[in-house]
C-alpha cells in the first residue's frame, strides 16, 4: 500500500501504529552509528601484520638506498609512488606521496591556488571577486566544506545516472571565474555512480574560460569494488593527453579505507605544470611524510596487485553488509513508495531519497531512537537539499546484528516522517 493512496482515516490509524513502534524502539536503548563511511573493526584486523614488518636497520632502506628513518624525499619513496602511480594509472614521475590524509591534499592544493599563481598571467585565486567552484551534487560533503572555507560560490551541478550534468558544466566554465569542480568519479560518494566513457571524455574536452580551471579529480574509491562485475573508469590524464589538456586535472587517492585510516598513504598525480607550483608549497611546508609508513605499505602489498588482491578481502566483508541494506529497503519502504535508491557496485555508502520534505525529521527521529545517520542536506553544498530528500547510508562500521536493527529503525522514522508530512498537508 502506498502511503500516498492512503485517505485520512487510514494515516491516522498508520500513525498510531508507527507511533506504538516507534516508543518500543526507544525503550531498547540502542546506541548504534551510520554517520559516516567508518572501516568496521573486522576491516581493520586485515591490515594489522603490515605494523610488524620493520624489523631491523637494513629493513628501513628504500630501492636507492635511502633509510626511511631520516630527513628528506619529498616526495615520497620511490616504491610508493610506484604503487600508488599504478593505483591512479599515471607515470610515477607525475605521483607525490603525501601523509595519511589525501582531504590534506586537496586542502593544501587549493590552499596553494589561492595564494600563488597557478598559470603565468593569471591572478591567486584569492584576488579572483566572486570566484566559484562546481559541486556535482549529492557529493561528498567534506569537498563542499573545502571551498566554502576559502570563500568560493558554490555552484550545484546535478548527477546524472552516468556522472556530472555536463551541459551545465559547459555552460559555466564560459565564466572565468569558475577555477575548479569536486569529482569523486568511481562509486561516487554517496551515490556509487561511476562516470561514463563519455562523461570523462567531455570532461577531457573541456575549454574553461579560466586558464587555471582544475578538475578536483578524487578517486577514493577506484579499487572498492563490491561486485565481480566492477564498474570502469575510463582514465582522464590518458584522455586529456590527447586533447592537450593535461594540465586540467589533479587527482587524489589514499589507502585509508585499504588498511588504517589514521595511518594510511595518500597521494596525488599531476602534469609537470601543477606539480611545479603544488611542490613549491609543500618544500616549505615539510621536510618530507612518514616515510617508514610507506615502506611498510609497500612491503605489505608488494606490488598493486597485492594491493587489489587486499580489496578481495574487504569485499568479501562489505558485500553482505550492503546486501542487506537494500534488502532491508526493497521490504520496509519500497512497497510503500516511499523511497528511491542506488544500488551501489562499490564505494562506501548507499544513497537514498525519503519523501521530499522529510529528510531531517527522519535522521532527527532516528537520533532520538538511538541511530546516527548523517545530518540532511550534508551531501549538498551549505548543507541546502532543495528537496530534503536525501540521506546518505554508512553501512561499514556496524556489526551485521547492529546494522540489522539500526536500518530497521531507519525503516520506521522514514514510515512515520512521511505519515506526518501526509497528515499535515
Not at 587527482?251 to 603544488?278: E, L
Not at 557496485?345 to 529528510?359: E, I, L, N, Q
Request: aromatic share 8%.
Amino acid at each position: 500500500m502506498r502511503y500516498s493512496e492512503l485517505n485520512k482515516i487510514q494515516l491516522v490509524e498508520e500513525h498510531h501504529k508507527l507511533i506504538k513502534e516507534y516508543r518500543e524502539i526507544q525503550h531498547m536503548g540502542l546506541s548504534l552509528n551510520m554517520a559516516r563511511g567508518v572501516p568496521g573493526k573486522d576491516q581493520l584486523t586485515l591490515s594489522l601484520p603490515m605494523l610488524d614488518i620493520i624489523h631491523s636497520d637494513s629493513d628501513c632502506r628504500t630501492i636507492d638506498g635511502s633509510d626511511c628513518r631520516n630527513y628528506g624525499v619529498l616526495d615520497g619513496i620511490p616504491e610508493c609512488k610506484r604503487i600508488m602511480a599504478d593505483m591512479i594509472g599515471v607515470n610515477p614521475t607525475m605521483v607525490m606521496v603525501g601523509g595519511n590524509s589525501s582531504l590534506n591534499m586537496m586542502f593544501d592544493t587549493i590552499s596553494c591556488f589561492m595564494n600563488k599563481p597557478l598559470v603565468e598571467g593569471c591572478e591567486p585565486w584569492n584576488r579572483v571577486e566572486d570566484r566559484k567552484f562546481l559541486c556535482p551534487a549529492p557529493g561528498y560533503d567534506r569537498h563542499f566544506g573545502i571551498t566554502e572555507y576559502f570563500g568560493f560560490e558554490e555552484i550545484v551541478i546535478p548527477m546524472n545516472e552516468d556522472g556530472p550534468d555536463m551541459d551545465m558544466i559547459e555552460e559555466y566554465i564560459k565564466d572565468p571565474s569558475v577555477k575548479g569542480i569536486w569529482c569523486v568519479p568511481k562509486y561516487s560518494n554517496p551515490q556509487g555512480v561511476t562516470y561514463s566513457d563519455e562523461v570523462v571524455r567531455r570532461f577531457a574536452r573541456l575549454k574553461p574560460a579560466a586558464k587555471d580551471f582544475r578538475i578536483m579529480w578524487d578517486n577514493a574509491y577506484c579499487i572498492h569494488d563490491l561486485t565481480d562485475e566492477p564498474d570502469e573508469l575510463l582514465n582522464i590524464f590518458e584522455e586529456c593527453e590527447k586533447t592537450g589538456n593535461i594540465d586540467l586535472p589533479i587527482a587524489f587517492c589514499s589507502t585509508s579505507k585499504i588498511t588504517f585510516p589514521g595511518s594510511g598513504v595518500a597521494a596525488m598525480a599531476a602534469s609537470p605544470n601543477n606539480m611545479k607550483v603544488i611542490k613549491n608549497k609543500y618544500r616549505y611546508q615539510t621536510i618530507g611524510y612518514d616515510k617508514i609508513n610507506m615502506l611498510r605499505h609497500v612491503r605489505f602489498f608488494k606490488d598493486f596487485d597485492g594491493m587489489k588482491a587486499h580489496m578481495q578481502k574487504h569485499k568479501k566483508i562489505l558485500q553482505p553488509r550492503f546486501e542487506l541494506v537494500c534488502d532491508k529497503l526493497e521490504k520496509g519502504l519500497v512497497p510503500y513508495g516511499l523511497v528511491t535508491y542506488q544500488k551501489p557496485k562499490g564505494g562506501y555508502f548507499v544513497c537514498v531519497d525519503v519523501m521530499d520534505g522529510t529528510a531531517k525529521r527522519v535522521v532527527a527521529l532516528c537520533k532520538q531512537a538511538g541511530v546516527v545517520l548523517t545530518d540532511a542536506g550534508a551531501t549538498y553544498p551549505y548543507k541546502n537539499d532543495p528537496h530534503d530528500s536525501n540521506i546518505r547510508i554508512a553501512p561499514t562500521f556496524p556489526s551485521m546484528k547492529d546494522l540489522d536493527a539500526a536500518l530497521d529503525v531507519f525503516c520506521t522514522c522514514a514510515k512515520l516522517a512521511a505519515v506526518e508530512k501526509l497528515l499535515a498537508e
